[in-house]
């Protein structure tokens, strides 16, 4: 059962071990907590942690960790945990390694896969192989690719998105400029709105399709992404920061 997932969506859970090779036995140096709700009512938490300076297989490496699980009611009707990890180059931004593990009701997914850019390949999950047609991210890489890029009001961000077994065009278009409230104050954010329609969404929506997507990013040099808001079928999906840590 192949399915994308939106970082924002499903950043949900516990991932029990590194990756291969890896090591972040430190603090993050950076950790984005938020809020998800859904139709108006509180869903799920989710946390994002980032390790920019680690290694992989002997290679400078920058690892992110994505991880959560609904709250309240929803965890009672329907349990999700799930998670995502993603060993990207420091430098190019493009992932070395990317691990998914989802448990959404009944349903489960654990599965590793192998970034070659040179060879233009994916390899891992069910041990087949998926052919680039160029530079690829991974959902995680991608959100730090977006928060690198320079961004003004006007400019595109494109590239090629893959969650190890399927590939994904985006297309993030900054709209303009607003003031947003950022855990308790104004501050100055770029309205960005990414195009998802080829993207499938999966465990609590499921069957549903975002009419809109936009997403709020602060306009300082961490462009930190500190809102993002889906408007479904009689509803919305709205992700909010909470709280960032920052190691010094």
């Known amino acids: 059962m192949r399915r994308a997932r939106i970082l924002a969506v499903i950043s949900l859970a516990l991932l029990c071990c590194r990756a291969p090779g890896a090591h972040a036995d430190t603090d993050p140096d950076e950790e984005l907590v938020c809020s998800i709700t859904a139709w108006g009512l509180p869903v799920a938490k989710g946390v994002m942690r980032i390790w920019n300076s680690t290694d992989f297989e002997g290679r400078p490496a920058r690892r992110v960790l994505a991880e959560g699980e609904t709250t309240g009611i929803f965890f009672l009707l329907y349990r999700v945990k799930d998670a995502m990890e993603s060993i990207s180059d420091p430098k190019t931004l493009l992932p070395f390694y990317f691990r998914v593990h989802f448990e959404e009701g009944g349903y489960r997914r654990i599965q590793e896969f192998r970034f070659d850019q040179l060879r233009k390949v994916i390899t891992g999950g069910d041990g087949g192989v998926l052919p680039m047609l160029g530079p690829t991210h991974d959902p995680l890489s991608a959100i730090m690719f977006l928060r690198s890029s320079p961004l003004m009001e006007g400019s595109v961000v494109q590239g090629t998105v893959s969650d190890g077994c399927k590939m994904y065009p985006i297309e993030a278009k900054v ?73 010094l």
């Open 175 to 247: 709209v303009k400029g607003e003031e947003r409230k950022v855990m308790g104050k104004n501050a100055p954010c770029w309205l960005v709105e990414p195009k998802l329609q080829a993207v499938e969404l999966g465990g609590l929506l499921k069957n549903n399709k975002f009419k809109t997507f936009m997403t709020w990013l602060t306009q300082d040099g961490d462009q930190i992404p500190v809102l993002a808001k889906g408007d479904l079928f009689l509803g919305a999906l709205l992700i909010k920061l909470k709280e960032r840590k920052v190691r």
